[in-house]
């Protein structure tokens, strides 16, 4: 017979985020910790949600990934957009409905979608040939011309570039970082 | 013969005027909706902080253009591959010379990171010819090893094999990601620069191209006979190849690797103007040309939201004519 250590499975769906922890906190036995964690996410969320959700009223706002100098976007229930549109509230722009896995967008898809915040997650890792990819895309003449490019709010990295939103700690650690940019 | 002279320069100059409808349907029709007006605007009156005006100038335009340049210069490949080979299934995608290049450029990559665009063409280049010389190479070595079939079989095995080379580097070296963009073919990323980088390579193929193309109709009726008409096989040979080297390479650097473009054209030419190459290169490349630019604006399309990648609309026209092929002139008899 074969010998298989006691294996758990934990989900890395952004939506699963609060059970994965409280399964990791039992098997670690910081169930209080966990959920001290939980409470403080969502008290972060409902402080800052009305006063943004106002200011920012009608504004796209978009989550993005440059991969071997490729724009991605992502489903609804994937990367940061469970906080962005889920949690926060704000628009889903039509492209990222329309997701159903990762998927590629232009420059000129991009421009059409026209968010007025952008965050981008660039991480040299997975642009080990494109290194220059990130300035190619924020010089690039159509991206200059992107209304969160214009007025400045391109958030480049604001959590560590391969952190992509499922596990808890991209989750709080995101929401410190966008509420801190957003309400700005 | 009169009648496929008048047939040509009918289906040439329908072909060029085709193509300059093509280009403005593709300037004017994609993702965002931009307004006629606003195009013309973009060209006579060019406004830098207009996004429509730049969508227009850095990426509709070129992209246009980049689709009809590969494509005619894929076809035109393929038509000298095929006459060369008398193989009706010879085609850049299928006898291993775009899987070269591709191994090429995966090599730079992986010893050569930070290779500048120009030294990735020649790489690019290099490799298409490897791809080539041994795919031809064994053909020769192998008894019936230069029956049609037979030889797209090897190239498609040899394309396998330096593709999986590719991938084991790519992997090893961690670069696997940055491979998968080369592979997959992105003509909505070409930039003005990439045009102008490859107009010359583009214009040097081609016309080497057209001069092969009339040693080469001898050359379709079989070596023995081009050698007792007096011409110098292995110097029309080496020439025809350096050309499909020169035309393949250059497209697969500026945009990946595009099948069947090379393989389907030539064919429909034929069927259109007869057997006679001096005929068949430039229709192929004119009619190449516009087969890619339809197959461009199709991939806007065919998904909306998202594009469809290039190489999937072309393999949906290309995978039942390469059966049809297979099926009609596969077997041993060459044309």
Redesign the interface.
Known sequence: MFKIAPTILVSHQAVDWEDNLRLLAEVTGKQEAAEQAIQQYKSDLEGAKATLTEKLGDQTVMAIRI????LFIYPESVFFNPILYGDLGLKVP??VS??KAQ???????L??I?PDQLFIQFAAD?N????TALDEFLN???V???AAVKNDKVYVNVIDPLSEGGPAWSRIEFLKAALERLSE | MRSFKWKTWTFSGLALALMVVTVIISVLHGTKPIRYETAWEALVHFDEGNVDHQIIRTSRIPRAIGALLIGGLLAASGALMQGMTRNPLASPSIMGISDGSVFAITLCMAFLPGASNMAMVGYSLAGSALGGVLVFGISRLLPGGSSPVMMAVLGTVMGTFLGGLSQALASYYQVSQNISFWYNARLHGISPDMIQLAIPFAAAGLILALFMARPMTALSLGEEIAAELGMNVKLIKSLTMLSVVIMTGISVAIAGKIAFVGLILPHITRFLVGPDYRRIVPLSALLGALFLGWCDLISRFLNPPFEVPIGVVTALFGVPYFLYLIKTRGGGRSE
């Open positions: 991969r071997t100098g490729k039509a492209e329309a997701a998927e590629e967008i232009t420059i000129e898809q421009a059409t026209n997975e080990k040939e494109t290194a690039n003449p159509i200059k011309n992107v």
